[in-house]
């Protein structure tokens, strides 16, 4: 009798094993894939309009944008044609081919300065260790982003980037 119950219990684990490996998909955590959108011409436009509302004397308090909206203006037409980029969670991803991701945060340090700093690099699906960060970017682990001193902080959340206006 102990035979056949140990024979019943690995059968009903070797079924369970099964069905779990065949419905991963379901459960397993997803990477987030994120709203991805071209960097485009149209896209720097509209950050640019942004930022000059925000400038005005009687212009808002602050502005959003979308994740590749910003990076189009933030790469000033040095732009690849099939670069894309999106906020997920509160950095902002920006990619090439599908193959190389760069993911980070954005900050203000100084007036007139935007600051993109890398928390991750990725090839494909290999993320690089974070000592060749600063071949990447020539002797730093971040780059920065001309911005008018109008522009007092930004933050990256809810797939937006908000730019605030400096308060004088």
């Known amino acids: ?38 960097l485009t011409p149209q896209g720097a436009a509209t950050t640019r309009r942004a930022i000059e509302s925000i400038s005005a004397p009687k212009g808002p308090a602050y502005v959003q944008v ?19 980029a999106a906020v997920i969670g509160d950095r902002l991803h920006v990619r090439e081919r599908r193959i190389i991701e760069l993911v980070g945060t954005i900050d203000v340090p100084r007036s007139g300065v935007g ?24 002797g730093a682990d971040s780059a920065t982003v001309g911005l008018p001193t109008a522009v007092g902080d930004i933050r990256v959340a809810h797939g937006f980037i908000t730019l605030y206006k400096k308060i004088p």
């Open 115 to 138: 600051e993109f700093r890398a928390t991750e690099i990725k090839v494909g699906d290999v993320m690089l260790p974070r000592v060749v960060y600063s071949h990447i970017f020539h």
């Open 1 to 38: 009798m102990g035979c056949l119950r140990t024979i019943g219990c690995l059968t009903v684990l070797v079924i369970m094993a099964g069905g779990v490996y065949m419905t991963r998909s379901l459960w397993m955590a997803r990477t987030p894939t994120g709203p991805w959108a071209p």
């Open 66 to 84: 979308t994740g590749a909206d910003f990076a189009s203006y933030a790469l000033k037409g040095t732009v690849p044609p099939d670069a894309q």
